[in-house]
């Protein structure tokens, strides 16, 4: 599967961005999907996971409450709404998935190295 990731940018804090990861060579209905980020100097983490195989959904802390995963299996795409945002938020992110039956979405659903593939990442930048 191919992902391609769109719809970041500049934004002012408080300030709100959708994400879109669109999947092509396959259908995400058999995968569980990632949104990952990188700010700069720190390491890759977990932002939110939605697996096909359950419908589960897990946040990380950060960001509960305001960003929301969603899934449009008729576009093949997987969206993340960002809420209320921060400049703690001003980072690289990335989408990931593979197949739903590896991803254990409350224990691996959030941990970069049980994705198999990603897409390039698209920047986001939170300021004022």
């Known amino acids: 599967v191919q992902l391609v990731e769109s719809g970041g940018g500049s934004v002012q804090p408080g300030g709100s961005l959708r994400l879109s990861c669109a999947a092509s060579?396959?259908?995400?209905?058999?995968?569980?999907i990632a949104w990952f980020r990188q700010a700069p100097g720190k390491e890759r983490e977990g932002v939110s996971c939605?697996?096909?195989?359950?419908?589960?959904?897990r946040y990380a802390d950060s960001v509960k409450g305001r960003f929301t995963i969603s899934k449009d299996s008729a576009k093949n795409t997987v969206h993340l709404t960002m809420d209320n945002l921060k400049p703690e938020d001003t980072a690289v992110y990335y989408c990931?998935?593979?197949?739903?039956?590896?991803?254990?979405?409350?224990?691996?659903?959030?941990?970069?190295?049980?994705?198999?593939?990603w897409g390039q990442g698209t920047q986001v930048t939170v300021s004022s």
């Open positions: 060579g396959d259908n995400l209905d058999y995968y569980a």
């Open positions: 990931a998935a593979d197949s739903a039956a590896k991803i254990i979405t409350a224990l691996t659903g959030l941990q970069d190295g049980y994705y198999e593939y």
């Open positions: 939605i697996n096909s195989h359950d419908g589960s959904i």
